[in-house]
């Protein structure tokens, strides 16, 4: 059997849409979960499944509950497992929600440094965040982040 990986990622296409999920879409799932942005610096698995049911408009709320505290854990453990300089870029911007400015002065980067070492940042997270989505069954809940080239 051959599988067929698409390995040819726009990389800027994929950071910006990285972006968006992180600046935008995240705080839907964060609220539903009833997490915070600073819950992605620590673990909050509680060991247990959390498979999605079926049935009437409360279990489908409680469905909606399940899956958006699956996606914040997947978000948490991808941003944990990230090598330690995307890790310090990505936590540092959306757990403790620092400027970007301050983010590149801290580390002592330029701003065309800051720009590209968050670009690769960014790509990162989409390639941990996949595998954490799959480990967590959400394939079907959850979009896939990169962008692929059409080679």
Same mark, same amino acid.
């Given at each position: ?14 950071? +910006? +849409? $990285?972006?968006?999920?992180? %600046? ?17 610096? @620590? ?13 009437? @408009? ?12 699956? $996606?914040? =854990? ?13 890790? /310090?870029?990505?936590? @540092?911007?959306?757990? %403790?929600?620092?400027? $970007? ?26 390639? /941990? ?10 394939? =079907? ?5 990169? $962008?692929?080239?059409?080679?």
């Amino acid at each position: 059997m051959q599988m067929n990986l698409n390995l040819d990622i726009d990389y800027v296409a994929t950071a +910006k +849409k $990285v972006t968006n999920f992180l %600046d935008k879409k995240l705080d839907r799932y964060l609220a539903l979960s009833g997490k915070q942005r600073y819950d992605l610096k @620590s673990p909050t698995f509680d060991g247990m499944p959390k498979g999605p049911v079926s049935g009437n @408009s409360n279990e489908n709320r409680m469905i909606n509950i399940n899956i958006a505290e699956n $996606v914040v =854990d997947c978000v948490g453990q991808a941003m944990r497992n990230l090598t330690s300089e995307s890790q /310090r870029i990505l936590l @540092s911007r959306y757990s %403790d929600s620092m400027m $970007v400015y301050k983010i590149a002065e801290e580390l002592n980067y330029s701003a065309s440094t800051y720009t590209r070492r968050q670009e690769k940042a960014l790509c990162e997270f989409a390639d /941990r965040f996949e595998f954490q989505v799959i480990k967590h069954g959400l394939q =079907d809940e959850v979009v896939d982040l990169h $962008v692929y080239s059409k080679n």
